[in-house]
């Protein structure tokens, strides 16, 4: 075992391995860490690790109306577009995956060709589209808008999901008498739910950071997160970089929360009941 | 009553048939094999009745109930499937439980069922775990608990053992065979292993690309097997075949061929003068060549398998390859000059066009 751990190969990996991981959580450290500091701290020539914590950046973040208003924009336009792209999206790649008929390679292709439109191409049409309908610059826009987004999304990653569900499984509950309903809910969902999960996981962070298509749908009242949190950096010269850190911080948070709550919930409604 | 009766059933795909008018009728109470190499459809014909693959043609009836159109939980039916197919998310107990639950029996029921199968195939310990925490033997035991819980009527395997390895085979084989014993109930079993089929069936049905080849006691089909396939299927080590000529020689036969003319009485045998014939003559058959044997097969010994209580000798003869199983006490040395005989009784002949059996009915 000591032989095996002192070889070269192994040891230049781990300094590799140990470098990536550095460079991939450090900024994040130094974020969250720079929210707490005050302006003084932030732009001296060499970084401080000791200094007064201040809770300013995060009190002023929270204390302002239009970061609050992104905020629900936010939660409410993703939330409700990820509850969308779960409910139409899973059953419609288990129908796929399970029951393919000669659309089922067009359909997938289809999905996954929503993803290679450039989302500029996409959102210029969409804008136009919300002016005419009158629904340009609200939530119900932005919510239709993203669940396009999040049901391909999910519907792209789920299909394999579902695919790699042993079909003898799903085959001996028909056998045990469940209806194509009952093993869908049962068996297929289950089984595949860590996959799942990454699938809805990843399709929240996408729109949860999704940009552009934000600034095209929105002037004022449905500004999400992203938006309100770049236009704090355009006030005049002095960039308020506290408050920027603070205001990345509190972007970061809601996916971090999503995560947990979506996979332990998910883990206490398959969790078998004890009879 | 039967308890499964197949009549001119068809499954296709697309254009492809896999079975091509099957008539079967498995009587209740019986244990039936499916056997056939891979590709066969038994597999697919096994589906059928389970209601896992839709009939193409002709009707299926289980318990005296067309059953074609009904749901695979409504056709009184239980399967165990090749690679076990437990519900991975559930405990043992829920898996032997699931198709008890979809019925609405009482939990209080459904818990004195569990407990009582679960007894009987040795699994009490196990109820909490989940399937990946067990062997695959008693993974197997759990697909066998959850398929007897519903008291079927008939009972499907699908290669149940083909994945476990070989000594825990046999045990489950017997396992099973003693279940069959005490439960009575029908079982259709698909394996493409004879010695499975030959243990445990009352009834083997052969196939071969969709159609039955022969349906049969495990010992009819192989003493009496219907042609050349299931005399080749049948049977380890293989049984050798000897392409020949029939001529009439006075009140008997000879048949010309590998090098050797052998004279037969015939009497068993459909023949006419003139006609080409397959000979086969299981290994087992073959015993060593003593003064004034008649009916010789010799040559040299190519290939010396030793077996244990037997060897395996294959040598050449006019060209053909033949193997004889000898005790092993009269194995010969390699290379060595071998010669053997047989017993007219022991020998079957095969039309050598349509490959079918001459024996007489």
Same mark, same amino acid.
């Given at each position: 075992?000591?032989?095996?751990?002192?070889?070269?190969?192994?040891?230049?990996?781990?300094?590799?391995?140990?470098?990536?991981?550095?460079?991939?959580?450090?900024?994040?450290?130094?974020?969250?860490?720079?929210?707490?500091?005050?302006?003084? /701290?932030?732009?001296?020539?060499?970084?401080?690790?000791?200094?007064?914590?201040?809770?300013?950046?995060?009190?002023?973040?929270?204390?302002?109306?239009?970061?609050?208003?992104?905020?629900?924009?936010?939660?409410?336009?993703?939330?409700?577009?990820?509850?969308?792209?779960?409910?139409?999206?899973?059953?419609?790649?288990?129908?796929? #995956?399970?029951?393919?008929?000669?659309? #089922?390679?067009?359909?997938?292709?289809?999905?996954? %060709?929503?993803?290679?439109?450039?989302?500029?191409?996409?959102?210029?049409?969409?804008?136009?589209?919300?002016?005419?309908?009158?629904?340009? /610059?609200?939530?119900?826009?932005?919510?239709?808008?993203?669940?396009?987004?999040?049901?391909?999304?999910?519907?792209?990653? #789920?299909?394999? #999901?579902?695919?790699?569900?042993?079909?003898?499984?799903?085959?001996?509950?028909?056998? /045990? !008498?469940? !209806?194509?309903?009952?093993?869908?809910?049962?068996?297929?969902?289950?089984?595949?739910?860590?996959?799942?999960? !990454?699938?809805?996981?990843?399709?929240?962070?996408?729109?949860?950071?999704?940009?552009?298509?934000?600034?095209?749908?929105?002037?004022?009242?449905?500004?999400?997160?992203?938006?309100?949190?770049?236009?704090?950096?355009?006030?005049?010269?002095?960039?308020?970089? !506290?408050?920027?850190?603070?205001?990345?911080?509190?972007?970061?948070?809601?996916?971090?929360?999503?995560? %947990?709550?979506?996979?332990?919930?998910?883990? %206490?409604?398959?969790?078998?009941?004890?009879? | 009553?039967?308890?499964?009766?197949?009549?001119?059933?068809?499954? @296709?795909?697309?254009?492809?048939?896999?079975?091509?008018?099957?008539?079967?009728?498995?009587?209740?109470?019986?244990?039936?094999?499916?056997?056939?190499?891979?590709?066969?459809?038994?597999?697919?014909?096994?589906?059928?009745? @389970?209601?896992?693959?839709?009939?193409?043609?002709?009707?299926?009836?289980?318990?005296?109930?067309?059953?074609?159109?009904?749901?695979?939980?409504?056709?009184?039916? $239980?399967?165990?499937?090749?690679?076990?197919?437990?519900?991975?998310?559930?405990?043992?107990?829920?898996?032997? $439980?699931?198709?008890?639950?979809?019925?609405?029996?009482?939990? @209080?029921?459904?818990?004195?069922?569990?407990?009582?199968?679960?007894?009987?195939?040795?699994?009490?310990?196990?109820?909490?775990?989940?399937?990946?925490?067990?062997?695959?033997?008693?993974?197997?035991?759990?697909?066998?608990?959850?398929?007897?819980?519903?008291?079927?009527?008939?009972?499907?395997?699908?290669?149940?053992?083909?994945?476990?390895?070989?000594?825990?085979?046999?045990?489950?084989?017997?396992?099973? $065979?003693?279940?069959?014993?005490?439960?009575?109930?029908?079982?259709?079993?698909?394996?493409?292993?004879?010695?499975?089929?030959?243990?445990? @069936?009352?009834?083997?049905?052969?196939?071969?690309?969709?159609?039955?080849?022969?349906?049969?006691?495990?010992?009819?089909?192989?003493?009496?097997?219907?042609?050349?396939?299931?005399?080749?299927?049948?049977?380890?080590?293989?049984?050798?075949?000897?392409?020949?000529?029939? $001529?009439?020689?006075?009140?008997?036969?000879?048949?010309?061929?590998?090098?050797?003319?052998?004279?037969?009485?015939?009497?068993?045998?459909?023949?006419?003068?003139?006609?080409?014939?397959?000979?086969?003559?299981?290994?087992?058959?073959?015993?060593?060549?003593?003064?004034?044997?008649?009916?010789?097969?010799?040559?040299?010994?190519?290939?010396?398998?030793?077996?244990?209580?037997?060897?395996?000798?294959?040598?050449?003869?006019?060209?053909?390859?033949?193997?004889?199983?000898?005790?092993?006490?009269?194995?010969?040395?390699?290379?060595?000059?071998?010669?053997?005989?047989?017993?007219?009784?022991?020998?079957?002949?095969?039309?050598?066009?349509?490959?079918?059996?001459?024996?007489?009915?």
């Amino acid at each position: 075992m000591k032989q095996y751990r002192l070889r070269p190969g192994r040891l230049i990996a781990k300094a590799v391995l140990a470098l990536a991981g550095f460079l991939a959580v450090f900024p994040l450290f130094w974020t969250a860490l720079n929210a707490l500091k005050n302006n003084v /701290d932030i732009i001296t020539r060499v970084p401080k690790v000791i200094f007064t914590p201040t809770l300013a950046n995060i009190s002023y973040i929270l204390g302002r109306d239009s970061v609050l208003t992104g905020l629900y924009n936010s939660a409410v336009a993703c939330g409700a577009a990820v509850l969308i792209g779960i409910v139409l999206g899973l059953p419609a790649a288990y129908a796929v #995956a399970r029951y393919p008929n000669r659309f #089922a390679g067009d359909i997938q292709f289809f999905v996954l %060709s929503l993803r290679f439109l450039p989302p500029v191409a996409v959102a210029i049409p969409l804008m136009v589209i919300w002016l005419q309908v009158g629904l340009y /610059d609200t939530l119900p826009a932005l919510i239709v808008t993203y669940s396009l987004l999040t049901i391909s999304v999910i519907m792209w990653l #789920a299909i394999p #999901a579902f695919q790699g569900v042993p079909k003898e499984i799903e085959e001996a509950a028909f056998v /045990d !008498g469940y !209806g194509a309903y009952s093993v869908f809910w049962r068996i297929a969902l289950p089984v595949a739910a860590r996959s799942l999960i !990454g699938a809805i996981a990843f399709s929240f962070v996408l729109v949860w950071n999704e940009f552009l298509i934000a600034l095209m749908l929105s002037s004022s009242n449905a500004k999400t997160l992203p938006i309100v949190a770049s236009e704090l950096s355009q006030q005049g010269m002095n960039v308020p970089w !506290g408050i920027l850190n603070a205001s990345v911080v509190l972007l970061s948070l809601p996916p971090l929360l999503f995560l %947990s709550v979506l996979s332990g919930f998910l883990n %206490s409604v398959f969790r078998q009941k004890k009879s | 009553m039967s308890a499964i009766v197949c009549s001119h059933v068809d499954k @296709a795909y697309g254009a492809t048939t896999v079975i091509r008018d099957l008539n079967l009728a498995i009587e209740e109470h019986e244990f039936v094999v499916f056997l056939g190499p891979s590709g066969c459809g038994k597999s697919t014909l096994l589906r059928m009745l @389970a209601g896992l693959e839709n009939i193409s043609g002709g009707e299926v009836s289980i318990g005296g109930k067309v059953v074609n159109d009904l749901e695979p939980g409504d056709r009184g039916i $239980a399967m165990v499937f090749q690679n076990y197919a437990l519900y991975p998310h559930m405990t043992i107990f829920d898996n032997i $439980a699931f198709g008890l639950k979809r019925q609405k029996v009482p939990a @209080a029921e459904i818990r004195k069922r569990v407990e009582a199968v679960s007894r009987t195939l040795g699994l009490e310990r196990y109820l909490g775990r989940k399937p990946t925490e067990l062997s695959g033997g008693q993974q197997q035991r759990v697909a066998i608990a959850r398929a007897m819980i519903k008291t079927p009527k008939v009972f499907l395997f699908d290669e149940p053992l083909s994945n476990l390895d070989a000594k825990l085979r046999n045990h489950m084989r017997v396992e099973i $065979a003693r279940l069959h014993q005490s439960l009575k109930t029908t079982t259709v079993y698909v394996t493409h292993d004879q010695l499975e089929a030959m243990t445990l @069936a009352d009834r083997i049905v052969l196939l071969k690309d969709g159609v039955i080849e022969q349906i049969g006691s495990p010992a009819e089909i192989y003493r009496r097997p219907g042609n050349q396939f299931v005399a080749g299927f049948i049977g380890t080590p293989n049984m050798n075949f000897i392409e020949a000529t029939v $001529a009439r020689n006075g009140d008997g036969w000879t048949l010309t061929g590998a090098g050797t003319v052998l004279s037969l009485q015939g009497g068993d045998f459909h023949l006419r003068h003139g006609d080409r014939v397959v000979l086969g003559i299981r290994p087992p058959d073959l015993k060593t060549a003593q003064a004034g044997s008649a009916n010789l097969l010799q040559g040299t010994a190519d290939l010396i398998e030793f077996h244990g209580n037997d060897a395996l000798v294959t040598f050449g003869s006019g060209g053909k390859e033949i193997s004889a199983l000898v005790p092993a006490r009269e194995c010969p040395e390699l290379r060595a000059p071998v010669r053997y005989s047989f017993e007219e009784d022991c020998i079957h002949l095969f039309d050598g066009e349509t490959g079918k059996s001459l024996r007489r009915q």
